[in-house]
């Protein structure tokens, strides 16, 4: 009886997360607006201004370059919902990842099927990005499991003490790529959320109306996934642990407007080196040290 | 099963015979169809026959005597065959390897000490996974071929028509690789890896142009060395362990863990050793590469369903004996080191058969690594990343001949828009690359057991390996699917036989079949299968993950069905690209700075100067050398100790 209700639980998690999570990360967007327009001496727009621009996009004429592009954007938007769901109803963080880098192949794919070359080429940037970070994205797994003895996010959260007593590395690590994710300078080379000179708009400069509100919307689920991946360092079996995450949700998430908006592009390889010695300082660093002292 | 596996062997030489001798087209087609449904279906039968009772079985061929000289025969055969073939192309020095091991054996076989009577073929859970995949995976690459070579010698006239040759060879390769998963004797385990060895040499040198022979030389030496490997350690377990049965080596390696004579491990490593070679890991790499010069099916033979798996074959048999051992160290490192530096490698090829190439060695070094690790969660990683290699690459690699006899390339470069151009082959190449890494697919399953068995022994060397080695994967696979889903406007005219569009669509079903269905294969064969090699039985992915896994797969498929139907219709584009307003009035061109049109190319990143062969062969080739020389030596060690 209690495995189904504990059961129930997971299933509402998810469920929940595939309701609020738009809702939050278009709060998030939108006071990330209002953070940076204020770093930069603007008054911004509205915090509400992102569901806004959804709900105008959505609203637009159906334009297609390739008519393959709108199935290939809805599959990476289904498949990054697919991905937080499993992540919040606490399953394989491991699978999570996976499934968040098959999205992302959708994407890749929906930008090249344009055989526009401004896309073209922010895709191939793209493809860099995710050769920089999927091995930290990986190895946060492998630090996940190092701590609590579970790849399962249900039982992570049920461990005694928080992953980040054994995993500071691999959570500095996680930070530090999360930038690439979050498409932040220095590492916007794809795509960015500013105005972009020499490549447009990258990877969604073909997608217009409602192709483009997808991606928009698979990016709020995304970083409300991710950000719930850097909540899951500080939470343990201690219900205050919970108030910890939120907090160190609302410090990563400041740093990185912070880093967005003090820094400049790099070119690609600049990135690939950086984000591959950081992984290998931080995460690889860390793993050598636990399995020395395991 | 006695019956069943005496035809398996001895029936594909005398096919091989029989095609050697007859000239016509069409004959040599319906032998090689007969003959191939005939290997198929006894493969399927030994399949059925082994359901029925689930137990190891170690029998004698009929004529056990005779046969033994007749291998010993054949030993001396391909000994006076690479001979003579290596004095013909100014290649002496390479022969010495084959006349060192032949009398080394011959040795053991006539003036031998004494050693334990047993039988010399068996039959066990491995065994019947292999005779499936050569008989499945095999059979139908063979089938391929026959259409395929007509095609191939229509377009390429200056090659000599040697298809006569061509079959037998392909024949005596199901004879040898039937011969080799089922051998207990060593001494006949040697000769049919040594028959594999010519006769991959002598498929590569096909087209006899200097090129083919230069490579097939390479493969040839490359092969003899891992055979010498085979030579030694049959010296040593005959003289030291008094016995030549493949299992009683494998069983004595074991006791070393248990404080036996750390010698016994002696003739593991050199096993090990040669499966390295065989299974073209990295110093050994570069035949395999060149072993593309071959005509298509001979290169889908090489890479899928035999030559390659007979070293992972090997492997996974010792890979109980290798378990926390300096001989497993030396096969995980250098499993893990390949899988890297492969998908680097790959990253920096446009030609689509070289980048096959490279995913097998990459690849290859992921199973290889599984099985020096020598877990059973990583022998069921290992044996899962087998089925689908074989199925995937099997397919991949008809899939880009038959592209090559349609559009006259096999570049990367040139297969845009591929999904409108030639949408059936487009889509099972499709099927075939996504088989090799995407999300649901074997790939994935057995790189999350394998990561989490690395996590589990604290290598962190390995770990790191795996998730880099797993980004790099991801860019050159991504690459190449972009670029045929991409976009063009022009039609080609499809020149693929029927032939090779069953042996294609099969391929392609059963890797969907094998996704759906893994659970099942995993529980009714590879999971009894890990418990006969270890004793103990364990589930290695829990069910939660299971039904993710399904249900990405059925998701996953829905797409490329959706987009094969957008295709056909094929609407009018509504808008055109951006191109900062210089477009001529489509996609395909623009105005350049001089006011004319110009036609438009996207190309793909190669990182040429990053990843090139130039910069990283060479390193990799003198990193994989001293890690087996120092573990080789470090086992030497403790056996002279």
């Known amino acids: 009886m209690i495995e189904i209700t504990y059961f129930m639980q997971r299933v509402i998690a998810g469920i929940l997360f595939v309701l609020a999570a738009p809702l939050i990360g278009g709060l998030l967007e939108g006071i990330d607006r209002k953070i940076s327009a204020r770093m930069q001496g603007r008054k911004g727009p509205s915090i509400l201004q992102p569901f806004y621009d959804v709900a105008k996009l959505v609203k637009k004429q159906l334009l297609a370059v390739n008519n393959l592009q709108l199935l290939l954007v809805t599959s990476y938007f289904l498949f990054m919902v697919f991905t937080g769901a499993l992540f919040f109803s606490g399953c394989d963080i491991l699978m999570c990842f996976f499934a968040m880098s098959t999205a992302s192949m959708f994407l890749l794919l929906a930008s090249t099927s344009t055989h526009s070359p401004y896309s073209t080429m922010g895709s191939h940037r793209e493809l860099i990005q995710i050769m920089s970070y999927e091995p930290m994205v990986l190895l946060t797994a492998v630090g996940f499991y190092l701590a609590s003895d579970s790849f399962k996010v249900y039982e992570i959260v049920q461990s005694d003490r928080p992953t980040i007593l054994f995993a500071p590395g691999f959570f500095l690590g996680f930070v530090f790529i999360l930038t690439i994710k979050f498409r932040k300078s220095p590492f916007d080379l794809s795509t960015s959320h500013h105005a972009h000179q020499e490549v447009v708009k990258g990877v969604t400069t073909e997608m217009v109306g409602l192709q483009y509100a997808l991606t928009e919307l698979a990016e709020w689920y995304e970083n409300v996934f991710l950000l719930g991946v850097v ?49 290998l300082i931080t995460g690889g660093l860390n793993l050598f040290i636990l399995d020395l002292i395991r | 099963m006695e019956n069943v596996i005496t035809l398996l062997i001895g029936l594909p030489f005398v096919v091989a015979l029989l095609l050697a001798f007859v000239t016509s087209d069409k004959v040599r087609g319906k032998i090689v169809y007969l003959g191939g449904l005939v290997l198929l279906i006894l493969s399927v039968a030994a399949a059925v026959i082994w359901f029925g009772s689930r137990q190891t079985v170690t029998f004698d061929l009929p004529a056990s005597e005779v046969l033994n000289y007749l291998v010993l025969g054949g030993d001396f055969f391909l000994m006076f065959l690479v001979i003579w073939l290596s004095v013909k192309h100014h290649k002496t020095i390479i022969s010495v390897l084959s006349i060192v091991q032949t009398l080394m054996v011959a040795w053991v076989e006539l003036f031998g000490p004494e050693v334990a009577e047993s039988h010399h073929m068996r039959v066990d859970w491995l065994t019947i996974i292999m005779l499936l995949i050569i008989g499945i995976i095999g059979v139908l690459i063979g089938v391929y071929a026959v259409g395929y070579m007509r095609g191939y010698h229509m377009h390429h006239k200056e090659v000599g028509d040697r298809r006569r040759f061509f079959f037998a060879m392909i024949f005596v390769f199901y004879g040898a690789m039937y011969g080799l998963v089922t051998s207990m004797n060593i001494l006949w385990l040697d000769f049919f890896w040594e028959t594999t060895s010519v006769c991959s040499f002598l498929l590569i040198g096909y087209t006899q142009t200097q090129e083919a022979v230069n490579n097939s030389f390479r493969a040839l030496w490359m092969n003899l060395l891992g055979g010498l490997g085979i030579a030694i350690a049959i010296v040593y377990a005959a003289c030291m362990q008094h016995t030549v049965n493949l299992y009683d080596i494998i069983d004595n390696g074991v006791l070393v863990a248990l404080g036996a004579d750390p010698g ?81 490698l790959a990253i920096a090829q446009s030609d689509g058969k070289k980048v096959l190439a490279y995913s097998t060695i990459s690849n290859l070094g992921l199973i290889t690594a599984c099985a020096g690790m020598g877990k059973q969660e990583t022998v069921w990683a290992a044996l899962f990343l087998i089925l689908f290699h074989a199925v995937s690459k099997s397919v991949l690699f008809q899939c880009v001949g038959a592209i090559e006899n349609a559009t006259g390339s096999r570049d990367i470069e040139d297969m845009q828009g591929l999904a409108t151009r030639l949408p059936k082959l487009a889509l099972v190449l499709l099927i075939g690359i ?109 069910e939660g993950n299971m039904v993710v896994m399904i249900i990405m797969a059925v998701a996953i498929f829905i797409v490329p069905l959706l987009i094969y139907a957008v295709t056909r219709q094929r609407k009018k584009y509504d808008v055109i690209a951006y191109m900062g307003g210089i477009n001529v009035g489509d996609n395909k061109s623009f105005i350049d700075s001089f006011g004319e049109e110009m036609e438009l190319h996207v190309s793909n990143w190669y990182m040429e100067e990053w990843l090139g062969e130039k910069k990283l062969m060479l390193p990799s080739i003198i990193l994989g050398t001293l890690i087996i020389i120092v573990f080789l030596g470090v086992v030497l060690g403790g056996a002279i100790r």
Not at chain 1, 254 to 274: C, G, H, P, T, Y
Not at chain 2, 275 to 286: C, D, G, N, R, V
Not at chain 2, 320 to 343: D, K, P, Q, R, W
Not at chain 2, 486 to 500: A, I, L, Y
Request: include cysteine; aromatic fraction near 14%; glycine fraction near 6%.
């Open chain 1, 231 to 279: 909540g899951l360092f500080f939470v343990s079996s201690n219900p205050w642990s919970y108030l910890a995450a939120v907090i160190a949700i609302a410090v990563v998430y400041f740093i990185e407007i912070l880093i967005d908006n003090v820094s400049a592009r790099v070119k690609w390889q600049l990135m690939l080196k950086m984000a591959w010695g950081m992984t």
């Open chain 2, 264 to 344: 016994n491990l002696l003739p593991i490593a050199m096993l090990a050793f040669a499966a390295l070679t065989k299974s073209a890991q990295m110093p050994f790499s570069s035949w395999l590469l060149g072993a593309m010069v071959a005509p298509t099916p001979s290169s889908a033979l090489l890479h899928s369903a035999t030559i390659v798996k007979a070293g992972v074959y090997m492997l996974i048999r010792i890979s109980v004996a290798m378990s926390g051992n300096s001989v497993g160290e030396m096969v995980y490192l250098i499993g893990g080191f390949t899988f890297f530096v492969g998908s680097l």
């Open chain 2, 434 to 542: 996504a088989g090799m890494f995407l999300a649901p697919f074997g790939m994935l399953i057995s790189k999350w057991a394998a990561l989490k068995a690395f996590v589990d022994v604290k290598s962190t060397i390995m770990v790191l390996f795996i998730v880099f080695g797993s980004a790099t994967t991801v860019f050159y696979w991504t690459k190449w699917m972009a670029k045929i889903l991409g976009f063009n406007e022009k039609r080609e005219n499809d020149v693929t036989q029927r032939s090779e569009y069953a042996s294609l669509f099969f391929h392609a079903a059963s890797i969907i079949l094998l996704c759906l269905f893994f659970p099942a294969i995993s529980y009714f064969m590879i999971e009894p299968l890990t418990k006969e090699l270890f004793g103990t039985s364990v589930t290695v992915i829990t």
